[in-house]
């Protein structure tokens, strides 16, 4: 990576901790992310589940791999993201968003399922160090807004930062007979909040005055990840990667900030249909030899 790249930024809706195992178009989307990129320093992920009383970052040089869950299948349990931690660079992220004090965390936190769950998509080698920052249950959105536009100064320094939420997470209303449906209200709150990332990202951060708001943002952790990449868009407009919805209640919109996502996207068409066709007699990529 040259000195003058500046990494790009995305929020990614990750939604059930199935989509690890799992290959569907928002797999697939985070999959075109991870190819787009320039191979970053680090990846520094703010992820829903790391919601805490205090502003940490994870320091420690071998974090490990967090199964936060329960009631899945013993499969998921198994999943290790073995990514390596890059002390330096949270010393970094504490650096960048002075005077806000940062803890650097050596043993009690790791690495999430809201952060491995898209990893293991976007970069499946687990080659890249990556670092989490937990989000404060205390700031408002406000406070999380000015440290998500702090963080922006790291893009310069080969960071990637990902946001790992959902912009509509409500667990009390999921219905799992509506698999790839939202619900009106979630929809309308989905609608409103990509027409604003799209044209003044900062603004997500008053959303919470929208009559969709309460149903579709119950618990402010998952939405929480997504005003640190509208803050450190610092008012350029983000790109949807994909969008949908799952269980009714789940937004699995996600976005990108600095990335050219049509250029990316005709890239892979091109490489696709320039594929060569296997020899007749040939087995198949996914044969069992």
Known sequence: MSATT????????????MNALERNRYTEAWRLFGRSVPRPRAILVVSAHWYTNATAVTSMPR?????????????????QYP????????????????PTW??????????????????????????????????NAFKSFDHHLELGRKLGALRDEGVLVVGSGNVVHNLHAVDFTRPDEGY???????????????DDPAQVAALDSHPDFAAAVPTPDHYLPLLYIAGLADGEPLDPLVDGHAAGSISMAAYTLGL??????????????????????????????
């Open 102 to 135: 940062v803890g650097q965390d050596i043993d009690s936190w790791g690495i999430d399922h809201g952060t491995w769950s898209v990893l293991l998509h976007a970069f499946p080698d687990a080659s890249v160090p990556v670092v989490q920052l937990s989000l």
């Open 6 to 17: 500046r990494m790009p930024a995305a929020f990614l809706g990750h939604g059930n901790p």
């Open 63 to 79: 974090p490990r791999t967090i199964h936060d869950f329960y009631g899945f299948p013993q499969e998921l349990f198994d999943v």
């Open 184 to 198: 009106d209200w979630a929809r309308r709150f989905d609608d409103v909040a990509r027409e604003t990332l799209m």
């Open 260 to 289: 050219d996502l049509e250029a990316a996207r005709r890239a892979e068409s091109e490489a696709e249909e320039g594929a060569a066709d296997l020899p007749p007699g040939f087995p198949a990529l996914d044969a069992n030899i």
């Open 83 to 98: 990514a390596p931690g890059a002390p330096d660079v949270a010393e970094l992220v504490a650096d960048v968003v002075k």
